[in-house]
């Protein structure tokens, strides 16, 4: 291989909150192991790589240069993007300009800012569930009203949208702004162009504007492909405001530094305006130099890369649960490096909670996340973004002192 997705990465002592945050943090963040295990972190969203080597190079060659004034945005940066979205998503450069382009202070701060700009205190948003917990805590922290429509699972076991409940919610609450997660967090969805295109007809049909979380859009797994909500009709260009960010992709969440995709001018000149007077959503020089290190030639060839690894590593986990786990049931991710697990036959056929679960998970140092902050009542969040030797440790650890204990 040309990049290292197999040295295990000591992240402690480093501000990891994915190693260094185990035992902190009651009810979010899971307990430390005890004695005699060492801890493998699979909660928190990040990965356990080292990333592209283009991205410290850009951080070092800026940071050598001992003056960190105030800055423009440079040309750069946006080529940077431009060329990304074409060469990664398909997107037609005589329509994406830099005018598009803004920057955020993270995907959740764009979703803040989007929603405040069509939406007051109190009003309702639709969500689907399972729910990513970032968008629970943002429209709660703002007063939004949640309403879900629940993804189904089909006869193979793939989550759905279920367009004529999510319709029905869209009257019934007269709702007219909405959150679209592609791919879905938690379930890994990838969304096919015909999916996004129904959904995005029901939106259109009740006059609601979408915001597109598109963060994990570089993560695809065993050939799927990522189709932005943007280019699947002309209304849906129209009313979409798409947000992205290369910290999922490159392991960049540390440095803060999102953007939203906005043709329409309309919605762009309110989203900015809203993002603008809190004078806190401004980029900062080293974000901007990592993204343009992690969009180079470089960044390409080494997402294809980690495609190719977390495509392993999901099949694996995946094929291990189905022949160890009885009663665990898992759909493959299409997308995301995060596995959703619903442990509920298991729990009910074995008389134990799923807080006990993850508890025999925790005490053997497998850190696995609590799928109940994702609307899974009996879920386990799994990261496997970590070299395939400390996920099949894990899942031995899972068969031998949890599942099969």
Known sequence: MQYDFTSILDRHGRDSIAVDGLGRSPGFAPDAPQPGFDA???????????TVPTVPAALIERASHPAYGYFETTEAYYDAIIGWQVQRNGCNPALLTRDCIGYENGVLGGVVSALTSFANPGDPVLVHSPTYIGFTKSLKNNGFEIVHSPLVRDEAGVWRMDYADMDRKLKEHHIHAAILCSPHNPCGRVWTPEELACAMEVYRVNDCVVISDEIWSDILLNGHKHTPTQSVSEDARRRTIALYAPSKTFNLAGLVGSYHIIYDEYLRDRVRAKASKSHYNSMNVLSMHALIGAYRPEGHAWVDQLCKVLSGNVNFA??????????????????????????????????????????AAWAVGVALQDGRMFHGPFALRINLALPFARVQEAFRRLDRYVFNA
């Open 40 to 50: 493998i972190p699979m909660w928190v969203a990040d990965m356990n790589f080292p």
């Open 318 to 359: 995946c094929d291990y649960i189905r022949a160890h786990f009885d009663g665990v049931e898992a759909a493959k991710p299409e997308g995301t490096y995060m596995l959703f697990a619903d442990c509920t036959k298991w729990c009910a056929a074995h008389g134990k909670t799923i807080e006990e679960v993850e508890k």
